[in-house]
């Protein structure tokens, strides 16, 4: 997948909670943390006390994922209709028909800022048909689930550990973190770690790959110095708008999270659409 988030201004985003904080001793509690590459980048999970059948199952779940979406797998679903852009309605998995459902009212949401289309871009110009589920993709168009699929993944994978009966859990996604419980966050310009619970941050950046996130109203690089964080309840709608912030350079009325702007180690916060 392509990336938005900028890792190293992360720090790396996450960092466990003091066992004191915890109110247990590392002894006390039995830590399942395991690391795995997916989708392109690594993740890591730290579930204290949870079952490890269900760590494994949400890497599974992950995996799942990987599968569906990623553009770079040949015969991921994903793959399969961009394929057959331009050959008129494709009927797709369930799986793949809610993502991309959910891909295109984020762009609409987001006023267009967030674009998960390509060449030529424009995602108002895909058909959906939900009793056939089918989608049509003009021709020359592409769907690209780099700043979404890690979140849609991340927010499955948790439903996976909630079913399971984890209450407390962080993943750390290639730098987006999706928080099952309460965890301490760093992100860039803030010198305090902000806590999430049950929620998701996501940073978008231009300073680790320069010019690889493209403004979809001119089809030109953003550049701009800093980053912009995204917090929101679920992790498809982090990933989703850290991206669109950052090309639009600020909080829209529609953005109903918390943002982090951070320019000349300054950061503005946006909470809800107001200031805070």
Known sequence: MNLNINTPLLALLAFPLAANALGAAPSQERR?????????????????????????????????????????????????????????????????????????????????????????????????????????????????????????ALDFAAAVLRKAGVTRARFNFGGQVLALGEWPVMIPGRAEPLLLNDASVAVSGDAERPGHIISPFDGAPVRRPGAVAAVLPGAAEADAWSTALFVLGKAPPSFRGRSFFEEDNKTAVTAKGGRS
């Open 32 to 152: 399942s943390e395991r690391v795995r590459w997916v989708m392109g980048t690594l993740c890591e999970l730290d579930a204290p006390g949870a079952p490890e059948a269900a760590v494994s199952a949400a890497f599974a779940e992950l995996e799942r994922w990987d599968r569906i979406l990623s553009t770079y797998k040949k015969e991921s679903d994903a793959s399969a209709l961009n394929r057959a852009a331009g050959a008129g309605p494709v009927k797709v998995s369930a799986d793949l028909y809610a993502a991309v459902e959910e891909a295109l009212r984020l762009a609409r949401e987001t006023g267009g800022a967030f674009d998960p289309t390509r060449s030529p871009a424009g995602w108002a110009k895909v058909r959906l048909d939900a009793a056939a589920r089918t989608i049509e993709l003009p021709a020359g168009m592409s769907l690209d689930f780099g700043g979404i699929g890690k979140g849609r």
